[in-house]
């Protein structure tokens, strides 16, 4: 189902109105690109290791994307995926800046697994403003502005209250598996599971399990090894649908630090961190 116009319109207003537009336009034709590769043939290459996977298509979004944004708003900053991956600093400043992952779920996209998403996230004086995700597949747009709700397909989400014994917790494994970061990442789970969790799910993108959260559908997430461009739009959807964003170390959210938890509430986010032992991934600004 294709989010409506007029839902859209509905909203309308804010200070960064044309941005959001902007990238609301671009997630939608990021994600007929991505739609029609999916079942192509693709060359795939790696990045940091044998399971950190690119493609031509996230190579072709994301030069989409940024030339269209670069075009229309050449004094804005940017951070993307693939531009950081071929050695661009990710530094995030005061000036308006996109912060764009092209493909989340590249694994996915290339196994031809249906779980893929664009994600567009825009930051003024380092505060999030707003995020669109789109579930290219599936068709949903997931937008939040700050201030303004977060919705999928123009149904505003709320999170839904649920304590840890009742949770649904959703993760993703980063792209590290050397036997330590797996021990780790595997006991991490088990500790979740010990609480009492009805379950943990990895889906294969960390964007789309952060939407699933703000709409409901899972309790809490938690990972390490993930980057400011899976978190920056999924930040303010969840904020927005009422959830929290925090550090594993139970501290305010560090867009830069490749780690994060998420939940609907405080007390549950506090929880999830108090289970888990680090794994250091480093720090995309320091890169
Ligand atoms: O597909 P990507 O854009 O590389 O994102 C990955 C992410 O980097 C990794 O940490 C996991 O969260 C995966 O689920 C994402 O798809
Ligand atoms: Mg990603
Ligand atoms: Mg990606």
Redo the contacts with the bound molecule.
Sequence with gaps: MKPSGEDRAARAGGPWEECFEAAVQLALRAGQIIRKALSEEKRVSTKTSAV???TET?QAVEALILSELQERFPSHRFIA?EAAAAGAKCVLTPSPTWIV?????????VHRFPTVAVSIGFAVNQELEFGVIYHCTEERLYTGQRGRGAFCNGQQLQFRETDLSKALVLT????RRDPATLKLFLSNMERLLRTGAHGVR??????L?LCHLASGAADAYY?F???C??LAAATVIIREAGGIVMDTSGGPLDLMACRVVAAGTREMATLVAQALQTINYGRDDER
């Design positions: 950190d996977l690119v996230d995926e992952d092209p493909i989340d779920g590249t694994c996915n996209f993703e494994i980063g792209p990895v889906i294969g993108s960390s964007t399990a990972q090894g993930l980057h461009w899976d």
